[in-house]
């Protein structure tokens, strides 16, 4: 998505191209039946990836993925947190601990050099920072939501109506701040990109919800979390963004919160 020109209609259309080639393998394997307790899971899920979605678009075009990335997903599981905090379900011991390398992480990779480490307000109101944050939020939302969404509809199939409904649900949106032309345009130019681009997007989050259906969503966050890292890697290699010793420690300490909080449960 960084490397697009147009981000939220090349995220759009690629959601479209994965529905379109993941729809007759699922129907044929997989009951798509959806019981009416799952509408209303299905509908905040939607809700909150297109809200991901319109933020994490926003971030990209005012960060840098190396600063972006780390921020929007290391942060999910702090919202997490703190709202069982608030709701009277505290975390062990090992969890704040977690959290507490978490929020170091977060500040750490926030910073464009060790110079800057005096400066923590000026360097979180860098381009993308505020964006890459909300779009934590709704990587929290959406991750809840689905938690219990795969405990009412097998995962495949959950995961084909939840693409079905941010696309409905983000057509307005896409249509208000992109324009049909510019997706037309898009889909001309980057057809493969998009194709594929859609097409891991759908895999790898099926992989997730098969995951959540199987294992605690700590465990599962976890494991997710070292994408962290790669996508770290990848912005410095592939996109030739500036990466540098302070981002790198805090993408290392980002993951190593989110290890600590899935082994305290």
């Given at each position: 998505m960084k490397g697009s020109g147009n981000k939220l209609a090349y995220h759009w259309a690629g959601l479209v191209a994965a529905i379109v080639i993941y729809a007759i393998p699922v129907a044929l394997t997989t009951p798509l039946a959806l019981p009416r307790a799952a509408w209303p899971v299905l509908a905040g899920s939607a809700l909150c990836e297109v809200g991901y979605m319109v933020c994490i678009t926003r971030a990209y075009t005012r960060g840098e993925m190396s600063l972006v990335y780390p921020m929007s997903r290391g942060s999910a599981p702090l919202w997490i947190?703190?709202?069982?905090?608030?709701?009277?379900?505290?975390?062990?011991?090992?969890?704040?601990l977690g959290v507490a390398l978490l929020v170091m992480g977060i500040y750490v990779v926030s910073l464009p050099s060790w110079g800057n480490v005096h400066q923590p307000l000026r360097s979180l109101a860098q381009p993308g920072a505020g964006w890459a944050l909300a779009a934590g939020i709704c990587i929290a939302g959406y991750s809840s939501f689905d938690k219990v969404g795969v405990t009412l509809v097998p995962p495949a199939a959950y995961n084909l109506w939840t693409?079905?409904?941010m696309t409905v649900a983000a057509l307005p949106a896409v249509w208000r701040l992109e324009g049909p032309s510019r997706v037309v345009a898009t889909v001309r130019a980057e057809r493969w990109r998009v194709v594929l681009g859609g097409l891991f997007v759908m895999g790898t989050y099926?992989?997730?919800?098969?995951?959540?259906?199987?294992a605690p969503a700590s465990y599962v966050t976890a494991v997710r979390s070292f994408s962290i890292l790669f996508g770290a890697v990848w912005a410095a290699r592939v996109l030739h963004e500036r990466f540098g010793t302070a981002?790198?420690?805090?993408?290392?300490?980002?993951?190593?919160?989110l290890v600590v909080i899935a082994v305290a449960g």
């Open positions: 947190a703190a709202g069982g905090l608030v709701m009277g379900v505290p975390l062990p011991w090992a969890g704040y693409f079905i409904a099926f992989l997730v919800l098969w995951a959540l259906a199987r981002r790198a420690v805090g993408a290392a300490l980002a993951v190593a919160g």
